[in-house]
């Protein structure tokens, strides 16, 4: 099986500065794609940030200049660097990734259980 498991979330005042982590586990073969959505209470859960197995980037527009997204192959984590928050950022923030595993003929996507992200203004 494969877990996936977020962990840096906080509570932080406007301005500051939080990262995250998610570190995969468990029967894995491959990653390919790894992101992070967001879900702030009453919206729909959105693409914050991706990165693909050889490194390229994406991100939304409303994070892009103080997010930086990162993966380390080797320990199978996607980090989220988050810089200048803003009260707009508060949500819960979910990775997913795109995982083969042993086995498998196919990769699948796996969540994480998520961590909270409040920014105070």
């Known amino acids: 099986q494969v877990q996936l498991v977020e962990s840096g979330g906080d509570l932080v005042q406007a301005g500051g500065s939080l990262r995250l982590s998610c570190a995969a586990s468990?029967?894995?073969?491959?990653?390919?794609?790894m992101d992070w959505y967001r879900q702030a209470p009453g919206k729909q859960r959105e693409l914050v940030a991706g990165?693909?197995?050889?490194?390229?980037?994406n991100y939304a527009d409303s994070v892009k200049g103080r997010f930086t997204i990162s993966r380390d192959n080797a320990k199978n984590t996607v980090y989220l660097q988050m810089n200048s928050l803003k009260p707009e950022d508060t949500a819960v923030y979910y990775c997913?990734?795109?995982?083969?595993?042993?086995?498998?003929?196919?990769?699948?996507?796996?969540w994480g259980q998520g961590t909270q992200v409040t920014v105070s203004s």
């Open positions: 468990g029967s894995i073969r491959r990653i390919n794609a």
């Open positions: 990165i693909t197995s050889g490194g390229n980037t």
């Open positions: 997913n990734a795109d995982i083969l595993q042993f086995g498998a003929l196919l990769s699948r996507g796996y």
